[in-house]
Structures are given as C-alpha cells and as structure tokens.
C-alpha cells in the first residue's frame, strides 16, 4: 500500500538520486506485495504486519537502504554496513548496483 505523503518525498528525491529511489521503491513493492509503505522520521519506511522492515534514506551522493533488524540478514556479498545493535544499511550510488532482493525478502520474514 502506498501513502500519498511519499509520493511527495519521491518528487522531493535530487534529480540524480531519483531513479535510484524510484527502482528501490519498486523493488520493494516487487520484492514484498504486501508491504505499507509509511512517511516516518522524514523518510519512507516500509513494514509488514505493522513491524518496520526497511527505510530509504537520501544523501548527497548515495540513496540508502537500510534494515531495522540488518543483523539477522545472510549477506554472503557483504553489502551491508553499519555497527549498531540491529540496523544495517547499504548505500547505491547508482541503479546498476541495486542487487538486493534477497535482503529484502529475508527482511520482510
């Protein structure tokens, strides 16, 4: 399900980082049917079940993808960073380089 608020932060997206946004999202949605996607703390997270799965964040020269609990993930490329408790993220400089439907769809689980 898509909120109307995120279809502003979209429009929002620097030109250069839009069409990488644009796929993440797509995939999303590709990856987990199912998921809600909801405006939280600036930017669109996505749940299911009511339980957050992944956000997209927005920098100068990177879109993010980041998992709430990136920990319990199988990352076998090493795509995700981070050293928090729970979260990792991975950041795409470009639409050639968005390869994470397995990270996805163990996130949604």
């Known amino acids: 399900m898509v909120e109307v608020n995120a279809g502003k932060w979209f429009d929002s997206v620097a030109t250069d980082q839009q069409p990488i946004a644009d796929r993440l999202r797509q995939l999303v949605f590709a990856t987990v049917p199912c998921a809600v996607e909801e ?4 930017r669109p997270c996505y749940k299911v079940g009511g339980k957050l799965f992944c956000y997209l964040q927005t920098a100068k020269s990177h879109v993010t993808l ?4 990136g920990t319990s993930l199988d990352d076998p490329y090493g795509l995700l960073e981070g050293t928090g408790k729970d979260m990792r993220h991975t950041k795409i400089r470009s639409s050639a380089e968005i390869n994470e439907v397995a990270l996805l769809e163990q996130a949604a689980r």
Do not use: A, D, L, R
């Not at 405006?39 to 600036?42: A, C, E, G, Y």
């Not at 980041?66 to 609990?69: A, Y």
């Open 39 to 42: 405006i939280k703390w600036s």
């Open 66 to 69: 980041g998992f709430q609990n």
